[in-house]
């Protein structure tokens, strides 16, 4: 993790997608996959790969099911992200000097 003198940076949440990813989840219900595809401007395959980090640190929940035979993912931020979000947040205000 990225250590600073006024704390230290999440390395999960810090690439820009991720933190984007974190930001547009954070305080709604979730979004879908191609939601959120389509609103960050990445591809499938980069999404996947930043869902599937966030996903394995417990920050955010990843439902697959299926809709009129089409696979269907539904991604929500959870507890442990919010609180890693805000804790992110908090670090990059000291840093900012807020």
Known sequence: MPKTALGTLDEIIHPQARLAIMAYLNGIEGASFTTLRDALEV???????HIRRLNDASYIN???????????????IT??????????LTTLEKLLGK
């Open 62 to 76: 990843v439902k697959k099911s299926f809709v009129e035979r089409k696979p269907f993912t539904f991604v929500s």
């Open 79 to 88: 507890k442990k992200g919010q609180k890693a979000f805000v804790e992110y």
């Open 43 to 49: 591809t499938d395959g980069n999404l996947s790969v």
